[in-house]
């Protein structure tokens, strides 16, 4: 391995919900990583088939023959999928009946509970089996060489991250351990330790989590060098998360977050189904028949939709066109860019809601906003480019960075910063990062008293006292939940832990030193200690329920070693079984050139023959046996040519 600048290199990782990206600091500048395929991003998919595991543009190439057993975030359709559309359109008639069975948002199940209300509407759209696993923790079942497995969130997202740590590794040229991640900047506690989690499975050691708009405001901080200081605004609108967020960049290198806000179930594929609703209803109007009972119909219905969609972000209406739909009937319907926008305005409106909340928690006007920076491919979309435009009296939208490469370059800014790196730019980085969600305990009457509010700079840590609430009370549960509600049980739990030994005493004697403190990467410990007596007790969100535990992280780990051995394997074979059907090809090429003498023809027929019915059965035991039969041929070849 070279010897890397800086030291020990640490990548930066753009964990996408469709595709993911991988950068890293290399000879003064940041350089995206070009993944096997020449490709400066790789689908989040991974795929399972008989003999092996795929992940990334294999996983994504080989979806139409094998749906069930393949799990990604979210199909979307570069130009470059368009324009193999026009031309090949039949090779894909498979590809749409595997989107008619629907999607797999993984970013929008990692951290959630198998029972929330979102979680099980999501489900509904997916193409294989989601079951509640062990604490409440949504589980993939797929079909793996003739086995069913089931997999958690956070082994298929590791399975992706595992790809980017190869990709990097290749680049590099050995073992990379440390990368900064980014998550969305409205991810809560528990989605932001399933993202760790994953990552460790993964092999990766994460020395920093941040925001994906905050990355972005890295990238084009690092790339805009300015005196004084900038109020910088990220809008970010992806395929399935959106979030805003406000810093302050003074032109030497301190990004300072003064408030995000965001949903994390808030993107184009919203919009999509906004303009599939309204095809149904079309359809059902003309026809008197409903799309919706017929999964294979709906989702061509969903890929047209969402093509009509692009296709309005740079003309004033398109058709939605589907030949044989349903029961023999074609479908048409024209679709104007005002029509889509009619239709989605309650979510543009919500956008531009969450705009004002992160101004007025900034305590900032929308005039003191000097750049506002568009990243993500919805924010394509006119109408929302349009009411930015407006909001901000006219205000020219900044699109100069790239919004599929630069939440990874700024994340690798951030990791050649952490790794030692002393380049002037990098040495002088310093960001100050803000929670995105109120983090507090239950009081009586299930309210929720919040101990650091949301926008609170981290790291950080904040201690409260609390009273007992009855008397010789010897216990206290300890609820910790995250969210803005007044009402605890309508914010999201993260955890609860028991303190018991608390001394006899009247109530609202015996006090209770409650203690909340955030790391750098967001992650929450709560610690209680009972003053009279010194006892505490510590609860960090690692393993809550429907969180993995140490002992369950630990054995994926070993199963994702395991994994990684098999599909080293199986190249290795297929590297084989290539060579020697290429060498099988050169000998019949020789024979036709009449290069085999006729006396030693009818042995080397015979070897070839011996060896492409033995290569036929597929019962190849190992690398080793088919480096001996190309061996034998070789041998037998050099005998009949010499």
Not at 487 to 495: K, P, V, Y
Not at 597 to 614: G, R, S
Request: net charge neutral.
């Amino acid at each position: 391995m070279e010897s890397w600048e800086g030291g020990e290199p640490a990548i930066g990782i753009d964990l996408g919900t469709t595709y993911s990206c991988v950068a890293v600091w290399k000879h003064d500048r940041i350089e995206i990583i070009t993944n096997d395929q020449g490709n400066r991003t790789t689908p989040s998919c991974v795929a399972f088939t008989d003999v092996e595991r795929l992940i990334g543009d294999g996983a994504k190439n080989q979806i139409a023959r094998n749906p069930a057993n393949t799990v990604f975030s979210r199909f979307q359709l570069s130009l470059y999928d368009l324009i193999l559309i026009i031309c090949f359109s039949h090779a894909f008639i498979a590809l749409l009946i595997w989107l008619s069975y629907g999607i797999l948002d993984a970013k929008r199940l990692i951290g959630r509970r198998f029972s929330e209300v979102m979680v099980k509407e999501d489900i509904k759209l997916m193409p294989f089996r989601v079951i509640e696993g062990p604490s409440d923790m949504p589980k993939v079942v797929v079909t793996h060489k003739g086995h069913e497995q089931q997999f958690s969130i956070e082994e298929i997202s590791s399975m992706v991250l595992a790809k980017m740590k190869e990709i990097a590794e290749a680049y590099i040229g050995g073992t990379v351990k440390n990368a900064v991640i980014t998550v969305p900047a409205y991810f809560n506690d528990c989605q932001r330790q399933a993202t760790k989690d994953a990552a460790t499975i993964a092999g990766l050691n994460v020395v920093r989590m941040i925001n994906e708009p905050t990355a972005a405001a890295i990238a084009y901080g690092v790339d805009n060098r300015f005196g004084g200081k900038k109020n910088v605004l990220i809008f970010d609108l992806g395929g399935g998360t959106f979030d805003v967020s406000i810093l302050t960049i003074d032109g030497v290198g301190k990004f300072e977050v003064k408030a995000v806000a965001g949903d994390t179930h808030l993107g184009g594929e919203d919009f999509d189904n906004r303009i599939v609703n309204y095809c149904v209803e079309d359809f059902k109007k003309k026809w008197n028949k409903d799309l919706t009972g017929n999964e294979r119909a709906l989702g061509r219905l969903k890929v047209a939709c969402e093509k009509a969609k692009r296709i309005l972000s740079y003309d004033t209406q398109t058709s939605v066109e589907l030949e044989v739909l349903l029961d023999g009937i074609d479908f048409s319907m024209k679709i104007t860019r005002a029509k889509f926008e009619e239709l989605n305005m309650s979510f543009f409106t919500k956008c531009i809601k969450q705009l004002e909340s992160c101004l007025a928690d900034a305590n900032m006007k929308k005039g003191s906003v000097d750049e506002v920076i568009l990243v993500g491919g919805s924010t394509r979309i006119q109408k929302i480019q349009r009411m930015l435009h407006e909001f901000f009296d006219g205000k020219e939208l900044c699109k100069s960075i790239n919004p599929d490469e630069a939440v990874a370059y700024g994340a690798a800014v951030m990791a050649a910063k952490l790794c030692g790196q002393t380049t002037k730019m990098i040495k002088e980085l310093v960001l100050l990062d803000v929670t995105p969600l109120s983090l507090g305990k239950e009081i009586i009457g299930e309210r929720m008293h919040v101990v650091i509010p949301r926008n609170t700079p981290i790291p950080t840590k904040k201690t409260m006292n609390f009273v007992t609430t009855a008397d010789n009370q010897s216990s206290t549960d300890i609820m910790v939940y995250q969210g803005e509600r007044t009402r605890s049980t309508d914010n999201f739990l993260l955890g609860s832990f028991e303190i018991s030994g608390i001394p006899p005493a009247p109530k609202g004697v015996a006090v209770l030193e409650d203690c909340f403190e955030i790391d750098d990467n967001g992650i929450l410990t709560v610690t209680s200690k009972v003053v009279s007596t010194g006892k505490t007790k510590s609860l960090t969100v690692t393993n809550l329920s429907g969180r993995l535990s140490k002992r369950q992280i630990k054995k994926m780990v070993k199963a994702a070693e395991k994994f990684k051995l098999e599909d080293q394997e199986f190249k290795r074979k297929a590297e084989a079984c290539n060579a020697l059907e290429d060498y099988i090809y050169d000998l019949k090429n020789k024979i036709k050139r009449n290069d085999i003498p006729p006396k030693d023809l009818k042995n080397v027929q015979h070897a070839i023959d011996d060896t492409e019915e033995w290569l036929s059965t597929g019962n190849v035991a190992s690398v080793d046996e088919i480096e001996r039969k190309k061996e034998i041929l070789e041998f037998i070849s050099r005998l009949a040519i010499f």
